[in-house]
């Protein structure tokens, strides 16, 4: 009983992998050339142009999928370059607001000013009314 549960699962395991595999291997197609091997991607349809080198095959991407791959590289350089630039202006044009709408150095001593007046003015009302308290509490502990 113990073996079935060891073998079954290591079927599986192995049909799953050979079957991986076989896809794989299925992938691509070799054919004969005069001057080497032309290599088919059966998902994708890119060809490559293999040559046999100190007992290795070596592959280059035929011409025209050449063509189209520096066609995109170019196309993703020149997209790339345009976002640069467009981050750039967002960036200037951010600080440049932001620069814009803080306080200059003479606002700034001016408010401070404002607010130095109110609160010693408020400070002393304060104190007025504390004055003002206890005073009133020596009054209240007189008529007891």
């Not at 079957?19 to 032309?38: C, M, N, Q, V, W």
Request: glycine residues 4%; proline residues 1%.
């Amino acid at each position: 009983m113990r073996l079935q549960h060891i073998l079954i699962p290591a079927a599986l395991v192995s049909l799953v992998a050979a079957s991986a595999y076989s896809e794989e291997t299925d992938r691509y197609r070799l054919e004969k050339s005069a001057t080497g091997y032309i290599r088919m991607d059966t998902q994708t349809g890119a060809m490559s142009i293999c040559e046999e080198r100190s007992g290795q095959l070596v592959c280059k991407m035929a011409a025209d999928e050449r063509a189209a791959y520096q066609d995109e590289v170019d196309r993703l350089q020149t997209s790339m370059k345009a976002m640069d630039e467009r981050v750039t202006r967002l960036e200037n044009s951010l600080s440049a607001r932001l620069e814009s709408k803080l306080p200059s150095e003479e606002d700034f001593n001016k408010t401070m000013s404002y607010m130095e007046r109110f609160l010693k003015g408020f400070m002393g009302i304060v104190k007025d009314m504390d004055k003002d308290s206890d005073g009133g509490a020596q009054l209240n502990s007189q008529k007891t």
